[in-house]
């Protein structure tokens, strides 16, 4: 992603795609941030699995503060009980899922940082051995940990619900149909992903 040319990639998905050159004009430059703690960044796609938006940001942000702040550590999350991760709202299988990642890589099982040499279905193939890790957490990881350019999450619901909307598809798309648009979005699927989660957005408020 750092080598990666933001207005580049808005550029040419807007004139491949006029659907996304629209949400591209709506939505407005591309704010996407990456977060090189990759333990932090798991933990966080462990809490959004199923949830909404808002609902996964409001357990984050209680996660963060039973945590003392953003310095989200596998050491320091050990140190926390089911019950008190439960408390924050945590279903028993997330407790589970999180403590065990921490785990891994506190028992250094798990090398966050050399996922970075590997491809993106080799960092899918180790982070699905983890317990509560499936592809949808695999890819919010290469996409927002990673920075990968191109991952597309073909079913995450936001996604789903978004190509719905402003493509006027029946709902909900299938898998098919989602990967045939998105080979127009090719080598910039995670940009395009990034763009139908905010115009989400814009149709729920009635913007589109």
Known sequence: MADT????????????????????????????????????????SIVGQQLSTSAAATIWQRFLALNGGRRVSAKKTLLFGTDQLREVGLSSAKCRAVLGIARSVSEKRLRLSALRRLSDQEVTDELIKLRGVGPWTAQMFLMFSLGRPDVFPVRDLGIVNSVSSLYHLNSPVSEEELLQISVTWRPYRTFASWYLWQALDLVRQGKW
């Open 5 to 44: 040319d933001f207005d580049s990639a808005c550029r040419i998905l807007g004139r491949r795609d006029s659907v996304m050159r629209r949400a591209i004009k709506l939505v407005g430059p591309c704010r996407m941030e990456v977060d090189s703690n990759g333990f932090r960044m798991l933990v966080r």
